[in-house]
């Protein structure tokens, strides 16, 4: 059995979601299949099932730098937001009903954060740089005694930019406030460590890193003030109630003892990767634009402008790539990407943005392919589109 992509297909898309690693899918089967017991049954079989979950727990903990006791198993990264940004303002003192956040949010904490809004919070939006990092000069002002919750995402899901979530939590350490950090794009890639941070939240989505979908986790520093979402049971120190999805569970500890195996020799070979696409496209497509640098960047991200042409046009004549752009589609009208308006960006350039991201599977003769059939795709692209007739 593959979990590779098919083979007509060259997967850049790693950032929406990645296949399921083998070594995950062979550890979660018999959990499927012949360890089918609750946790929470007291007999062998149940027995068996919570000592998997509890393996898992400390292979998620040991990722990140916490305690087992400190992993809350959910269903993903977006039940994970909303756990820790409405938990942990509902639990918050009537003294503090301030939120602090970015404009660059993915709607798992863009949502939660407006919802609350509705509901007599104020919400502070940060600016990012025109690399797309969070403005920390506007973040430190922002912070104050009448706040809550900071929560700013660890990477961003479009360009890969990575925000100093670390210097930002400091300061609001100081001040009493809550931080939450959603960590789903940045787990597996590079990395992280909650003590580093110095956050009392952060979210992981297991399906961003070689595990299935469906499952997450929320890290929650020990004696950070947090309600549940849901109510029925006890399970997940009674935070996520609910019978624990045993199987796909064991398959996230699994993917994250992988990533800390991986992480250095991945982290370096795909930035390598990364940085050969941008090479192959930028010599021959003049004007290409790359929205953030190296740097600052998750090392399997690349988000390019492709000049006067929509990056969707691109795609669509992209055979056997698969990647994503940054544009949103509402109603057959295409709307450039917020984060990269946010950035500064042009909405004429927000409209020819691509976000490539690589992953596990990707090799150097993958990269230069998917390369010449980018070129390919912009040169028809260009010659048949414009932007002109595509706005009419
Ligand atoms: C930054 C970020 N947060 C949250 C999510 C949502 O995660 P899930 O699909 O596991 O709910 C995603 C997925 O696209 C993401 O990129």
Redesign the pocket.
């Known amino acids: 059995m593959t979990t590779t992509a098919p083979p007509e297909v060259i997967y850049l898309d790693h ?2 979601t990645t296949p399921v690693a083998p070594e995950v899918l062979d550890a979660m089967l018999p959990y499927l299949t012949q360890q089918y017991g609750n946790p929470s049954s007291d007999h062998p079989l149940g027995r068996r099932a919570r000592q998997a979950v509890e393996d898992a727990r400390e292979q998620v903990a040991s990722l990140i730098g916490a305690a087992p006791s400190e992993i809350v198993f959910t ?7 909303n756990l820790a940004i409405r938990g942990s303002t509902a639990a918050a003192v009537a003294a503090r009903r301030r939120i602090v956040t970015s404009l660059v ?2 709607p ?2 863009a949502r939660p954060c407006a919802l609350l809004e509705t509901q007599g919070w104020t919400v502070t939006r940060l600016p990012v740089t025109g690399g797309g990092t969070l403005d920390l000069d506007a973040a430190i002002h922002a912070l104050d005694t009448d706040v809550a919750l900071l929560t700013v ?1 660890l ?3 479009e360009t890969g930019a990575i925000m100093p979530v670390a210097a930002a939590a400091a300061t609001a350490r100081m001040l009493g406030i809550i931080t939450h950090t ?1 960590a ?2 940045a787990i597996g890639k590079i990395h992280v460590n909650v003590d580093t941070l110095g956050v009392n939240l952060l ?1 992981i ?4 890193f070689y595990a299935p ?2 499952v ?1 986790a929320l890290y929650v520093r020990t004696g950070t003030p947090l309600q549940p979402m849901l109510l029925g049971a006890e399970q997940e120190a009674g935070l996520r109630p609910g019978t624990e999805n045993v199987a796909s569970i064991v398959g996230l500890g699994v993917a994250c003892h992988l990533a800390q195996g991986r992480l250095d020799i991945e982290e370096h070979r795909l930035s390598n990767l990364r940085d050969h696409l941008w090479e192959k496209l930028s010599v021959r497509i003049p004007g290409l634009i790359r929205h953030t640098p190296a740097s600052d960047t998750l090392p399997n991200t690349l988000m390019v402008s492709f000049p006067a042409v929509h990056g969707r046009d691109v795609l669509a004549r992209a055979d056997g790539v698969a990647a994503s752009t940054g544009s949103a589609c509402h109603s057959g009208l295409h709307t450039p990407s917020a984060t990269l308006l946010a950035m500064g960006v042009q909405a004429e350039i927000a409209l020819g943005s691509v976000r490539l991201s690589l992953g596990h599977d990707n090799t150097l003769a993958e990269i230069a392919t998917a390369a010449d059939i980018l070129v390919g795709a912009y040169r028809t692209a260009s010659a048949t589109t414009s932007r002109g007739h595509d706005a009419a």
């Open positions: 950032n929406a269903s993903g990264g977006i039940e994970s937001n949010e993915h798992a904490t995402m990477a961003q899901n959603d789903a794009q979210s989505a297991g399906h961003k979908k469906g997450g």
